[in-house]
């Protein structure tokens, strides 16, 4: 129900009357009283309409729908632990031009009217969670089209810097102690999942020596899974154009492999040369023999590897539930694709463990 404004009343009260007589201290005070209900029902009303986070503080399911977070207090606790403040996260816009000036360091701050810090992060998560364009964005949090691309950008590269630094590959004492009970009774020494994953982006305002299917470009990352469940490598994203073994020689994950680890991968991924090289062990279904047929022993193997392969598939499918990647990333983000990717992947180790 709408509101009536207090005045409303008074005129009704006093309709007719042109010779208004002096409203008594009593009458003023319940005016002012009025008043104050009035304020308080219209700010009840805007802020039911509002989609800022507060809005489903009570609500896990609506928090986890949206985010990727299990409840506010998850999602709060993350952002206290980036300690993000508006001088630390800089519009972008503003960092790529920055120079020492001290003109320049007090205007780079990045502060947004009406949205707090916490919403703020609240939209982008929205926006890579779900991939809602920007129009649908400033409906939702009432800011402008260029705030939320702005929002987006800033954010994305502040948590690109602030994940990035975070040490996620796990020694092999910790994958050990972290793998699930059916790796350690079939592939004990298994210390990473590999994965190449392929996302589009719209090619209006990219360039490179990439695929062009349909309208896209495609790009490649390698993305590592630990046995737990969890992101323990993520490569930057690459153009079609190189080559799967090209990414994993020069990107650096064989630098982080030890002699006697294994490594888990799709028959698609034949890099058993690179690994044999530095005493670790590929671990790949079983191709068939000459005559199509596979032995007792193979068939268990291929077996083995397939179930672990289901619930691997699963640890990777999170990144992918970011839906800014289900079709095409939007030309507009094109320059911040790499970092896109990474701190989403990087996302889903806060989600709940899958084990």
């Given at each position: 129900?709408?509101?009536?404004?207090?005045y409303?009343?008074?005129?009704?009260?006093?309709?007719h009357d042109?010779?208004?007589?002096?409203?008594?201290?009593?009458e003023?005070?319940q005016a002012?009283?009025?008043e104050l209900?009035?304020?308080?029902?219209?700010?009840k009303?805007l802020k039911?309409?509002?989609?800022?986070l507060?809005?489903?503080q009570?609500?896990?399911?609506?928090i986890?729908f949206?985010?990727?977070?299990k409840d506010y207090?998850?999602l709060?606790?993350?952002?206290?632990a980036?300690?993000?403040?508006?001088?630390t996260?800089?519009?972008?816009?503003?960092?790529?031009?920055?120079?020492?000036?001290?003109?320049?360091?007090?205007?780079a701050?990045?502060?947004?009217?009406?949205?707090?810090?916490?919403?703020?992060l609240?939209?982008?998560?929205?926006?890579?969670r779900?991939?809602?364009v920007?129009?649908?964005?400033?409906?939702?949090?009432?800011?402008s089209?260029a705030?939320?691309?702005?929002?987006?950008?800033?954010?994305?590269q502040?948590?690109?810097?602030?994940?990035?630094?975070l040490?996620?590959?796990?020694?092999?004492?910790?994958?050990?102690?972290l793998?699930?009970?059916?790796?350690?009774?079939?592939f004990?020494?298994?210390?990473?999942?590999l994965?190449l994953t392929?996302?589009?982006?719209?090619?209006?305002?990219?360039?490179?020596?990439?695929?062009?299917?349909?309208g896209?470009?495609?790009l490649?990352?390698?993305?590592?899974?630990?046995?737990?469940?969890?992101?323990?490598?993520?490569?930057?994203v690459?153009?079609?154009?190189?080559?799967?073994?090209?990414?994993?020689?020069?990107?650096?994950?064989?630098?982080?492999?030890?002699?006697?680890d294994?490594?888990?991968?799709?028959?698609?991924l034949?890099?058993?040369?690179?690994?044999?090289?530095?005493g670790?062990n590929?671990?790949i279904?079983?191709f068939?023999?000459?005559?199509g047929?596979?032995?007792?022993?193979?068939v268990?193997?291929?077996?083995?590897?397939v179930?672990l392969?289901?619930?691997m598939?699963?640890?990777?499918?999170?990144?992918?539930?970011y839906?800014?990647f289900?079709?095409?990333v939007p030309?507009?983000?094109?320059?911040?694709?790499?970092?896109?990717w990474?701190?989403c992947?990087?996302?889903?180790?806060?989600?709940?463990p899958?084990?």
């Open positions: 129900m709408k509101a009536t404004h207090p409303d009343v008074l005129e009704v009260l006093h309709d042109y010779l208004k007589k002096p409203l008594t201290g009593r003023q005070l002012t009283q009025m209900d009035f304020l308080e029902e219209i700010s009303e039911s309409e509002q989609f800022f507060q809005r489903f009570g609500e896990p399911e609506m986890m949206y985010s990727g977070f207090n998850t709060k606790a993350f952002n206290l980036l300690q993000p403040t508006a001088e996260i800089g519009r972008w816009s503003h960092v790529l031009n920055l120079n020492n000036t001290e003109e320049n360091a007090m205007n701050g990045f502060d947004v009217q009406h949205l707090c810090l916490l919403d703020q609240f939209l982008f998560l929205c926006s890579v779900w991939g809602f920007p129009v649908d964005m400033s409906e939702r949090f009432h800011v089209q705030i939320v691309r702005a929002t987006c950008i800033t954010w994305c502040y948590l690109f810097f602030m994940l990035g630094t040490p996620i590959w796990p020694s092999r004492q910790a994958v050990d102690e793998m699930p009970l059916f790796f350690r009774t079939t004990p020494k298994t210390r990473v999942v994965d392929r996302i589009h982006i719209q090619t209006a305002a990219c360039t490179g020596n990439s695929s062009d299917y349909r896209t470009t495609t490649k990352s390698l993305v590592g899974i630990s046995p737990s469940g969890a992101v323990s490598f993520v490569s930057n690459f153009t079609a154009s190189l080559s799967d073994k090209g990414i994993i020689k020069e990107y650096g994950i064989m630098n982080l492999l030890e002699p006697g294994e490594v888990m991968a799709s028959k698609s034949d890099i058993k040369d690179l690994l044999d090289a530095i670790v590929l671990v279904p079983t068939l023999r000459p005559k047929q596979l032995d007792v022993d193979d268990t193997h291929t077996q083995d590897v179930h392969r289901i619930h598939e699963r640890a990777i499918r999170r990144t992918k539930e839906h800014i289900d079709d095409a030309s507009g983000l094109c320059g911040s694709v790499n970092q896109l990474t701190v992947a990087l996302l889903t180790n806060f989600q709940v899958l084990l």
